[in-house]
């Protein structure tokens, strides 16, 4: 199952593609996630991103689509993968499309996580993730039992430093002008569902493996 998670920033994409990956056994590709790492890393990309991220604007398709097409030979995505935050413009779809066409594959859903605008600013503004394990908290929808720490490995959490009041909005203005139109260009390929991301977090999952079973996909599948 080739799958993409779309949505507003703080829709929910990283938490239901993470809950995915548990129970289909196949991976969640989170550009954010590969960017982030790199930057920690302070390699020549993530040198490059972090201007971008800091400001809340987007990377360049190139740097983006580049990095996408070698994730995508990955051993681990023969079996099918969970796109979390990619793509996020009308050219990063084409050159999927491509680099899947090239592979003899093609997506089979886009999942549209629908969040009002005032409910994303108040999850990102609460979030918080482990510096350790990558897991992600709310302070009021998802808090840690030990204020700052991690429950599962016992890591330092942190906020984002795009999760800022400032840079929220831009992200959420860059999502409007030039991530929004995707909606219409896989509605038009007859890809698009889309689920209401308001309600708690299990019940947005179930929904999510709903229209999968509906295409067909019953049972969880191993990553083989
Ligand atoms: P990225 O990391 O992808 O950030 P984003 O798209 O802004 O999305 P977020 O990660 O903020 O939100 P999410 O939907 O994953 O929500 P989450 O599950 O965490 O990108 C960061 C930056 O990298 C970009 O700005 C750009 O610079 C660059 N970049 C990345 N990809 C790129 C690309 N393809 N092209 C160019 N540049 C790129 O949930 C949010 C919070 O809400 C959490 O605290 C969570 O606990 C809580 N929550 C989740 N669901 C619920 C629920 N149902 N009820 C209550 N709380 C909930
Ligand atoms: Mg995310
Ligand atoms: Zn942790």
Redesign the pocket.
Known sequence: MNLVLF??????????SKKLEEYYGIPQI????M??AARTAKTPLGLE?EK??VA??????AV?TGLMEERLKGKDCEGGFIL??????IS?AESLQGTLKGQKRRLDRVIN?DVDEEELAK??T???QCSQCNR???LR??PPQKAGFCDRCGGALFQ?D??KEDTIRA?LK??RDQTQPLIDHYRHGGLLVTVK?????E??FDSIVKVLEKDGVNAKVSAS
Not at 30 to 33: E, I, P
Not at 56 to 61: A, Q, R, S, W, Y
């Open positions: 949505g507003p920033p703080g829709a929910g994409k990283g938490t239901q989170s550009t954010g996630d960017l982030r991103a971008f991220m809340g604007k987007l990377v360049p398709d983006i979390d935050g990619f793509p996020r413009t990063q996580i999850r990102l609460g979030r918080r992600g908290y709310h929808f998802a984002r795009d999760d992200r860059v999502y991301g308001e309600a708690p977090v019940e947005v």
